[in-house]
């Protein structure tokens, strides 16, 4: 395979910083299934917080969060709702079913954005047929329709019906601080109407592994339990945690130079024959573009790019690329970038 040496592809492509290496390292530790890591605690106690929540968990991952939230959250056989486009029902392995033996009851939003009036007509009550609805669940911002940001009155009016029906309301706020970081509202009132709320620690914030999944006390005893069950309770965490706690301190405002730097990436693609693409759709950190045009698929123009010019970005569809900076990615970076993939479209139009 040909040298990564500018990888769009995912957030997840984040290296620990020098920075957060050097803090790593100086963690003081402890076994946080006793509660005695003190750095644990410390990241526990700094996202709950922020969250406006009574506590917080500290998970090995995202997927993790999203998995015992809805474990303790609902009763085998209960409907979830959420958007077709949620990581749940795409990159979970299924997890909802094998773990919390739920059934995922999807909607069509607008880029993974669905109404009040979409849930107050999809929420009917439990019959002897029909299961009933426990849980709400909604992505911010939202993963595949491309970073898309959710207006806080929307997701309020959603929290809303679904109390209102006693359905309960789950935020995976997986990306969270790039809403914050772009719309200047705070993560408290973002996550105030929702009865859980998890980060992911390892996309664009950039440590190596992690979410935190905060909520009620009561709720946060039942996910330690989870957390037991199914192998997530760890030992000396704080050296991972750590990453979290200098994440949290130092990497979360700088967030506004990834999306400066879609922004930038949409800006120089734009106009270039056999793309499509409208840097006005850019709300966050992910660039998407189409190159059905060229006559090549995503998955062809992906290998040559990377083939090209060390340029790797992700397919989400057979015509649809994704491009996302972060912190590893400079201004020269996408600037090469976007030049690349100019020159490829050049290309494969030429070898029609
Ligand atoms: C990445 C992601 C997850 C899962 O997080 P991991 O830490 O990778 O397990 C869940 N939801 C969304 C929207 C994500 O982007």
Redesign the pocket.
């Known amino acids: 395979m040909s040298e990564v040496r500018i990888d769009l592809y995912?957030d997840?492509a984040t290296m620990p910083t020098e920075g957060m290496r050097a803090f790593m390292c100086a963690a003081e530790v402890g076994d946080e299934q006793r509660g005695e890591d003190p750095s644990v605690n410390q990241l526990q106690e700094m996202v709950a917080g922020m969250l406006g929540k009574e506590a917080a968990l500290f998970l090995?991952?995202?997927?993790?969060?999203?998995q015992i939230a809805l474990a303790v959250h609902c009763r085998s056989g209960d409907l979830v709702l959420l958007d077709r486009t949620?990581?749940?029902l795409h990159?979970?392995a299924g997890g909802a079913a094998v773990l919390a033996r739920v059934t995922l009851y999807p909607v069509d939003g607008e880029k993974g954005q669905f109404t009040a009036e979409q849930v107050a007509a999809e929420i009917t009550p439990s019959t002897r047929y029909f299961p009933g609805f426990r849980l709400i669940s909604v992505?911010q911002?939202?993963?595949?329709p491309g970073g898309c940001i959710w207006p806080l009155e929307q997701m309020r009016a959603v929290c809303e019906v679904a109390h209102e029906r006693g359905v309960l309301t789950h935020m995976?706020g997986?990306?969270l601080f790039n809403a914050v970081v772009e719309t200047g509202i705070s993560t408290q009132d973002y996550a105030e109407t929702f009865d859980t709320v998890w980060i992911?620690?390892?996309?664009g914030l950039g440590a190596p592994?992690?979410?935190v999944l905060a909520g009620s006390e009561a709720f946060i005893q039942e996910a330690w339990q989870w957390k037991q069950r199914i192998g997530g309770a760890m030992r000396q965490a704080g050296i991972i945690a750590a990453a979290g706690v200098y994440a949290l301190k130092h990497q979360v405002d700088r967030l506004v130079e990834d999306h400066r730097n879609a922004k930038r990436l949409a800006e120089r693609i734009a106009g270039t024959p056999g793309i499509a693409i409208d840097p006005a759709e850019v709300e966050t950190n992910m660039v998407r573009f189409d190159i059905g045009e060229t006559g090549a698929t995503s998955r062809e123009f992906a290998d040559r790019l990377l083939e090209d010019s060390g340029v790797r970005v992700s397919t989400p569809s057979p015509t649809a690329m994704r491009a996302v900076p972060h912190l590893g990615i400079t201004e020269a970076d996408v600037d090469e970038a976007a030049d690349a993939v100019r020159a490829l479209a050049k290309r494969l139009l030429e070898e029609r």
């Open positions: 995912s997840t090995p991952s995202g997927t993790m969060c999203n949620s990581h749940p990159s979970e992505e911002t939202t993963n595949r995976d997986a990306r992911d620690l390892s996309k592994v992690g979410g």
